[in-house]
Each structure stands twice: as structure tokens, then as C-alpha cells.
């Protein structure tokens, strides 16, 4: 088990040796969003911007225009909220190459609670016309995303978590951004998870195929552009889709992935993530439990759908 | 560094009159748009451009070895797009589209449908973080680049501008200008009335800015400040430019802060017009004659390539 944070940090230092044009600015949390070595390995690519996250951002924005990448880095909660007219109005809407890269996203913060996790960010980003949205599952994942997030021109959000989660893939996997990874091939039921969640599908595969039930995992680690290509394939070879993310069921993958198949192929569907409520204190793991975005919740959302 | 002659002066009160008159003849017909601040900016843009203070080339908006100037209190483009127009970024036929279907002269103003816009702005405030931005990585980059940074009085009610100061002046970025348009003028009435910005160069000076202030339509003191901003060192530098807002239309002058956002009617328009010297019966047709000529004409909305 490793944190994705882990991975961006040492990915972004790798990146800062690679890319001279590589940037780095936060907001006082260097620490928690691992870019701390990385400032100290290039100084003068580090932005220290204090307690000020929609000046970092703007001022991220205004790089861009110099020629460099560079990658705004805080919470997601004040990233993509406290933030979200800098990235809209400033980066977006100009679609300019900046990089919002913020840990601590979803209820897997934990004990800090409900108003520093945040379940809207996916929502927030993805409305935004132009924004590539990338949510990794596990550390490899995000070791790669973080090179595919800087190689590629546009702006980008990528979501990123604080504690230790599942590996799901080997280190040197490769990603391509805009390209679904199918995981395991099945047949009544296709799970399309993000974050965290693509471990807890896995798990769900095995819990599923004891009673019977066949079960496709897909990882949709780019929630925007959606993979429809593989979007359409999974709607025709199975009888329903689960979302499974730790996000608001409204406006993030599952409501992605709702709005596609209503225009492709209308298709049973269950949604998997906190339930248009807010999160609360405690370990992340048991969060996961109690708001039933883990393996048990996978599960009872897949029957459900097939019923 | 820029010196005033008296000849010159001559020359750019000159070229100030006529980018006044075009600031009318594009609102007029648009029939919505902030003709006060773009009047009252006039001589302090006609210096920036006109006066040897901003290094640039019109024929290639991306050289990157350009200066840069950001127009946070974005909606008072239209004295921007004159500017512009007037240096050659683009066309001056495109003035009659301005906030028309199809046009590349936006409400407000947008780096990726006009050349010459460094910064997409209109919503209050980021302007200035994004100008910071651009200064520090001009820097990283080794240009000797000046960045200025325009932005209204009202604007700095936002909290965003005072995180940019606070950084600015943390990161001693002085190769960055800020010009604060200091007419007192706000949409619901003089920005004291609304909400109060005094001490105000104290509170610029208590941020760690050099701070001037001068008499905005003082040709004598706005280069003297603005060769002042690109020697300083260690810090940023805030011009705070004391202007009338309508500058050059009685009318407007008289009014104040009723002339932010409200556009001259065909008969005021006349009469600005002739307020500014320019031949009578010399305004364009309305909007919607420009609308048509302009998708036919300008139905370019692709991004002028940039450099970087």
C-alpha cells in the first residue's frame, strides 16, 4: 500500500530534471502535497504563495503564458473550490497549460472531516469546458498520470489522495490519458471506478463471482474526455454499469459516465459514492465502509443493477 | 528610458484624442460598455504604447522578449483594443464588431480570440495574480522583461489583488507595475461611498510597494513614474494614477461614476465626439448592420498562435 501523493512527489522531482520548464507553486502545505523535494532540488522553479490559493492559481496561470508547466499544488478542497473562478476564468476559459495537482481529495482525508474533504472537486472540474480531469487509482498509476498530466497541452486537474491505498498496478505501468484500462474481463455487469475505488472493484470481482455473478472492471482514470469507445462496448456486452468513486454521486464519474450512456446507449445503472451528503471525521477506511464506497457497497450497488 | 519633449507630448495628446474618439465610435454603436474608465485610462495607455515604454511588436504578439501589459479591470477594453488597433495587432475594422456574434473584440477581454491580449480578465482581480505570474517566470526565465499590470480602484475591494501584493513584494518582484485607475468611481457610486479604499497608497506602501502617486492626464507625471517603476529594485512598484473618469467628454466628466458602464445614445455620442474634436456625423451604424459584417467579414475564431 502507497499514497498516490508519494508518487506525484517523486514523479514531479523526476519531471524537474527532465523538463526545465517544469514549475511548482503551493500554498503553504509543501509537505503534505510532496513537493518539497523537488523545491529543494530546483529553487528557482519553486513558488512558496502562502495561505493564497486563488492567487497561486492565477499566478500559475499567468507561467503558463511565459512558456512554463506549471503545477498548482494544494488540497483539493481549496484547489478546485476556494480556487475554482481562477481556474475557470484565468485558465480555462483561454485553455491555458496549467496543471492542478491536489492530494487530500475525497473522504479518505479522514480525520480532518468534512470540510477538508472534498466530494465535489470532480464535479467542479469537469464542468469546465477544455479541462482534462485524471483521477489515479494507485501509486503507479499516479508516478505515470503525473508525467502524462505534463506532457500533455491544457490544462489539467489531477486528483490525488492522502493515505496509503492498494496497489492495483505494477511500478512502470503505462497510461494513456483519455484511454480506459480494462482490469478484468466478465460478463453480466461492468464497473467503471476511479481513485481508490479501482482496488475496491477488483475486490468486488471475486466477493461477486462467489454468487454467481460475472463482473468487468474498467479503471476510468480520465473521468473527462470520457472513454466513450470503450464506454459504448461495455454497454452492449453487459446488462448493467456501477459507478465507484469517492466523490458526490452527482456530477463526477458516475454522472460522466450517466450522461454519456444516455446519448450512446441507455443502460441500467447503479452509483457508488457518498450520496449527495457530506463526509465526517475518522479513519479513512471506515469511512469508506460507512458510506458504503467500498468492496460491500461495489457489490450490493452490482446486484442491485442486475435485479 | 522614455524622455517627454514637448514635441512629442504634442504628438501623443494627439494620438490620446484619437484613441478616445475610437473608444466612442466602438461603444456607441455596440450600444453597451464602459466608455468612463476607457476615457479616463486614455493618457496613461497612449504613454505605455505610444511612449516608449512597452517593448514590443505588433507583427509577432508572441516574441517572448516582449513586455507585458495586463488589463485586470478588463472591462474597460475598449481603450486596450484602440491601443492595440492603433500599434497594428490586427485590424482596425474589427473596432465595429466589438461585442458583436463572431467578433474577436470580446465584452471583455480574451487572449486566445485577440492578438496583443496577454491575459484573458473581466472578472475582478486575477489580473493582477496573473500578471504576477508572468513577472516571476520572465524572470525565472532571464528576460529583462517589465510586466505592467493595469486594474481599477473598485477592483482592489477584492481580497484576490491583496494576496497578489503580499506576493508580489514577498517574491520582490520588481520587474512588476501595477497602475491603479484611481477615479473613485464605482458602479453603485464613489468608491469612498461604497467601500471606503483609504489610506490607499498607505496601504499600498504597507504591502511593500513603491508607491507613486501622480496626476493621471499629467503626461510629465506619468513618465516620470513610469521610468521610476522600471528602475526600481527589490520591490514592485504601484502607480497610483488620479484620473477623471469620462476624461475629455464634459458630459461624462460631469457625471462620474454614472458613465462606468452605460454607453453614449446617438445624440450624446455626437456631441462626445465633437468634445473630442472629431468630424461630426462620423459615428459608425448600429450593432446589428456591424453584427452581419462581421460574421461575413472577421468569422476567424480559431486561436492566434502564440509562442511559449
Known amino acids: ?307 | 528610458m522614455p524622455a517627454l519633449t514637448p514635441e512629442l507630448e504634442a504628438e501623443l495628446r494627439e494620438t490620446a484624442r484619437n484613441l478616445r474618439i475610437e473608444v466612442i465610435n466602438m461603444l456607441a454603436p455596440a450600444g453597451s460598455g464602459h466608455p468612463g474608465g476607457s476615457l479616463g485610462m486614455a493618457d496613461i495607455f497612449t504613454c505605455l504604447y505610444f511612449g516608449g515604454f512597452v517593448r514590443h511588436d505588433p507583427k509577432n504578439p508572441g516574441w517572448l522578449e516582449r513586455d507585458r501589459v495586463v488589463l485586470s479591470n478588463g472591462h474597460i477594453c475598449p481603450i486596450l483594443y484602440a491601443a492595440l488597433g492603433e500599434r497594428g495587432y490586427f485590424p482596425k475594422e474589427w473596432f465595429k464588431t466589438l461585442r458583436q456574434v463572431g467578433s474577436h473584440l470580446q465584452g471583455h477581454p480574451a487572449m486566445h480570440k485577440t492578438p496583443g491580449v496577454e491575459l484573458s480578465t473581466g472578472s475582478l482581480g486575477h489580473g493582477i495574480c496573473g500578471a504576477l505570474g508572468m513577472a516571476l517566470a520572465e524572470r525565472m526565465s532571464g528576460r529583462d522583461t517589465h510586466v505592467w499590470a493595469l486594474c481599477g480602484d473598485g477592483e482592489l475591494q477584492e481580497g484576490l489583488p491583496w494576496e497578489a501584493f503580499m506576493a508580489a513584494s514577498h517574491h520582490k518582484a520588481d520587474n512588476l507595475t501595477i497602475i491603479v485607475d484611481r477615479n473613485d468611481a464605482q458602479i453603485d457610486g464613489t468608491t469612498e461611498s461604497v467601500m471606503s479604499l483609504e489610506p490607499f497608497p498607505d496601504k499600498l506602501r504597507a504591502f511593500g510597494f513603491e508607491t507613486i502617486v501622480i496626476d493621471g492626464h499629467d503626461y510629465g507625471q506619468i513618465f516620470d513614474a513610469m521610468n521610476k517603476a522600471q528602475q526600481t529594485k527589490g520591490k514592485p512598484t504601484a502607480i497610483v494614477a488620479n484620473t477623471i473618469m469620462g476624461k475629455g467628454v464634459k458630459f461624462m466628466e460631469a457625471d462620474g461614476y454614472k458613465w462606468h458602464g452605460k454607453t453614449p445614445s446617438k445624440e450624446q455620442a455626437a456631441q462626445a465626439l465633437k468634445d473630442l474634436g472629431a468630424s461630426p456625423g462620423s459615428i459608425p451604424e448600429g450593432p446589428w448592420a456591424a453584427a452581419t459584417s462581421a460574421k461575413k467579414k472577421w468569422n476567424v475564431p480559431s486561436r492566434p498562435s502564440r509562442s511559449a
Open chain 1, 1 to 307: 500500500m502507497r499514497a498516490t501523493r508519494d508518487a506525484f512527489g517523486k514523479a514531479l522531482l523526476e519531471l524537474g530534471k527532465e523538463n526545465p520548464d517544469v514549475v511548482a507553486l503551493t500554498a503553504d502545505l509543501g509537505g503534505s502535497v510532496k513537493t518539497d523535494d523537488f523545491a529543494k532540488a530546483y529553487p528557482k522553479r519553486f513558488f512558496q504563495m502562502g495561505i493564497a490559493e486563488a492567487n497561486m492559481v492565477d499566478v500559475a496561470a499567468g507561467m503558463s503564458t511565459a512558456g512554463k508547466i506549471p503545477f498548482a499544488t494544494t488540497f483539493a478542497m481549496f484547489g478546485t473550490g476556494r480556487a475554482w473562478e481562477s481556474v475557470r476564468n484565468t485558465i480555462g476559459y483561454s485553455g491555458l497549460n496549467v496543471k492542478i495537482a491536489c492530494t487530500h481529495s475525497g473522504l479518505s482525508v479522514g480525520e480532518d472531516g468534512a470540510s477538508h474533504q472534498s466530494l465535489e472537486d470532480i464535479a467542479l472540474m469537469r464542468v469546465i469546458p477544455g479541462m482534462t480531469v485524471v483521477v489515479p487509482a494507485d501509486y503507479a498509476a499516479a508516478f505515470d498520470l503525473t508525467k502524462r498530466v505534463a506532457a500533455h497541452k491544457g490544462p489539467v486537474y489531477l486528483r490525488l489522495g492522502r493515505p496509503k491505498v492498494r496497489d492495483t498496478y505494477k511500478d512502470g505501468e503505462k497510461f494513456e490519458i483519455g484511454k480506459a484500462k480494462i482490469l478484468r474481463e466478465g460478463k453480466d455487469v461492468a464497473i467503471l471506478a476511479v481513485g481508490p475505488q479501482v482496488a475496491f472493484a477488483m475486490e468486488a470481482v471475486e466477493l461477486l463471482a462467489k454468487e454467481g455473478i460475472s463482473a468487468t472492471v474498467a479503471d476510468y482514470f480520465t473521468v473527462k474526455p470520457l472513454d466513450e469507445v470503450t464506454l459504448k462496448r461495455l454497454a452492449e456486452t453487459h446488462r448493467a454499469i456501477v459507478t465507484a468513486e469517492e466523490h458526490n454521486v452527482i456530477g463526477g464519474l458516475g454522472g460522466a459516465v450517466a450522461e454519456a450512456l444516455a446519448r450512446i446507449k441507455p443502460t441500467p445503472m447503479r452509483f457508488v459514492g457518498t450520496q449527495d451528503t457530506f463526509g465526517e471525521s475518522g479513519d479513512p477506511e471506515l469511512l469508506w465502509k460507512k458510506y458504503g464506497v467500498d468492496a460491500a457497497g461495489i457489490v450490493s450497488a452490482a446486484k442491485s443493477a442486475l435485479r
